[in-house]
């Protein structure tokens, strides 16, 4: 395994980390306590160190899940999760992967952050991101104010944001690298859909070039493997119980994905399978620390946990890689679906609304 440091913090995370939400939603099937432990247990084996909970996953379960695998471990792993959906008061009204409300008020905040301090049994969080954060938290001075306060009093130690819960947030992602410096911020991207989240990187970046990149924000990245389908495992007869996080993909999205991962196949090699070579595509761009893929068996485990130290891809690997991209694969007639704000006119009403507040 791999590491690399988060921006001004001494946070070192694994190159490949380990995202709760796949064993503690029930969303990509369901996880015994003991089986969702176990695979924890194989993946610290396996040099993995980062832990991406959030308090909203299971109502704290994630959290709690945490704590019971690594009663003893604590400074051997890095803890990330998130706070912002008010899950104590509406937890019982979730129906299916439907958001339930948000605060992201100070007292709020800070109480959450106490109670999943407790639940993970710990007295510091490595890694705190606002869960699916919208324009007025990108403008919220006191909340980031908060965040800075929250280092200074070693509840944690690195912050930023998570963008979501669907693809798309491009305004978000970029106006909250570009005003607020996070020293993370986690998004969906991967070599199937590589937008917004390559232009989130790029623009966000662009307005703090003349500072010295060991002070840029840095990203990790979940839905690596496109919901699977970088997997090379689906066919066309492949389906989902309704219950599955992947049901509510279109099925335009499995046969065209089919379609796709076919011309990637000069990608796989004898000692790189897709699933990995998707994994080192992600990596090749030193501004992602780590790759959040969704874990769900051991044998699939030991395979992305081995990725970083694959045979690394090519420029030409990466260079074809992109003029795929260009022609979307050859695949024609998709509609994108993005969520959030997308365009800068958006944008800059929604902050034109803010300060009429």
Same mark, same amino acid.
Request: hydrophobic share 35%.
């Given at each position: 395994?791999?590491?690399?440091?988060?921006?001004? +913090?001494?946070?070192?995370?694994?190159?490949?980390?380990?995202?709760?939400? +796949?064993?503690?939603?029930?969303?990509?099937?369901?996880?015994?306590?003991?089986?969702?432990?176990?695979?924890?247990?194989?993946?610290?084996?396996?040099?993995?160190?980062?832990?991406?909970?959030?308090?909203?996953?299971?109502?704290?379960?994630?959290? &709690?899940?945490?704590?019971?695998?690594?009663?003893?471990?604590?400074?051997?792993?890095?803890?990330? /999760?998130?706070?912002?959906?008010?899950?104590?008061?509406?937890?019982?009204?979730?129906?299916?992967?439907?958001?339930?409300?948000?605060?992201?008020?100070?007292?709020?905040?800070?109480?959450?952050?106490?109670?999943?301090?407790?639940?993970?049994?710990?007295?510091?969080?490595?890694?705190?991101?606002?869960?699916?954060?919208?324009?007025?938290?990108?403008?919220?001075?006191?909340?980031?104010?908060?965040?800075?306060?929250?280092?200074?009093?070693?509840?944690?130690?690195?912050?930023?944001?998570?963008?979501?819960?669907?693809?798309?947030?491009?305004?978000?992602?970029?106006?909250?690298?570009?005003?607020?410096?996070?020293?993370?911020?986690?998004?969906?991207?991967?070599? *199937?859909?590589?937008?917004?989240?390559?232009?989130?990187?790029?623009?966000?970046?662009?307005?703090?070039?003349? &500072?010295?990149?060991?002070?840029? /924000?840095?990203?990790?990245?979940?839905? +690596?493997?496109?919901?699977?389908?970088?997997?090379?495992?689906? +066919?066309?007869?492949?389906?989902?119980?309704?219950?599955?996080?992947?049901?509510?993909?279109?099925?335009?999205?499995?046969?065209?994905?089919?379609?796709?991962?076919?011309? *990637?196949?000069?990608?796989?090699?004898?000692?790189?399978?897709?699933?990995?070579?998707?994994?080192?595509?992600?990596?090749?761009?030193?501004?992602?620390?780590?790759?959040?893929?969704?874990?769900?068996?051991?044998?699939?485990?030991?395979?992305?946990?081995?990725?970083?130290?694959?045979?690394?891809?090519?420029?030409?690997?990466?260079?074809?890689?992109?003029? *795929?991209?260009?022609?979307?694969?050859?695949?024609?007639?998709?509609?994108?679906?993005?969520?959030?704000?997308?365009?800068?006119?958006?944008?800059?009403?929604?902050?034109?609304?803010?300060?009429?507040?």
């Amino acid at each position: 395994m791999k590491f690399r440091t988060l921006p001004e +913090t001494d946070v070192r995370v694994s190159e490949i980390g380990f995202g709760l939400w +796949t064993i503690s939603t029930g969303w990509w099937g369901n996880f015994t306590e003991g089986e969702a432990i176990a695979l924890m247990h194989k993946a610290l084996d396996l040099g993995i160190t980062l832990y991406d909970a959030a308090d909203t996953y299971g109502n704290g379960y994630s959290e &709690e899940l945490i704590a019971r695998a690594f009663p003893k471990q604590r400074d051997q792993i890095v803890i990330a /999760t998130k706070v912002g959906y008010n899950f104590y008061d509406h937890g019982g009204e979730r129906k299916g992967q439907r958001e339930i409300p948000q605060d992201f008020s100070v007292p709020f905040i800070r109480t959450a952050v106490e109670k999943a301090l407790k639940r993970l049994n710990t007295d510091r969080i490595d890694i705190l991101q606002l869960h699916n954060i919208r324009m007025p938290q990108v403008e919220d001075d006191a909340l980031w104010t908060l965040l800075e306060s929250l280092v200074q009093e070693g509840k944690i130690r690195s912050y930023g944001a998570a963008l979501g819960p669907a693809i798309g947030w491009l305004y978000e992602g970029v106006d909250c690298v570009q005003q607020r410096r996070p020293h993370i911020l986690q998004h969906i991207y991967n070599a *199937l859909e590589p937008h917004p989240g390559r232009q989130i990187m790029d623009d966000g970046e662009a307005a703090v070039t003349h &500072e010295s990149p060991a002070a840029r /924000t840095r990203y990790l990245i979940r839905v +690596t493997h496109s919901s699977g389908m970088l997997e090379g495992k689906y +066919t066309a007869e492949t389906t989902f119980p309704p219950t599955d996080h992947r049901s509510h993909r279109p099925r335009s999205w499995l046969l065209n994905g089919l379609k796709k991962i076919e011309t *990637l196949q000069f990608l796989t090699g004898p000692d790189r399978t897709l699933g990995q070579a998707a994994l080192q595509w992600l990596l090749a761009d030193p501004r992602v620390a780590c790759c959040l893929p969704n874990i769900y068996d051991a044998e699939q485990l030991k395979e992305f946990a081995a990725a970083p130290d694959c045979s690394p891809l090519t420029a030409e690997d990466l260079a074809r890689v992109e003029e *795929l991209q260009k022609t979307n694969f050859g695949v024609e007639g998709e509609t994108p679906n993005y969520k959030g704000t997308m365009t800068r006119e958006t944008a800059e009403v929604s902050a034109a609304r803010l300060g009429e507040r």
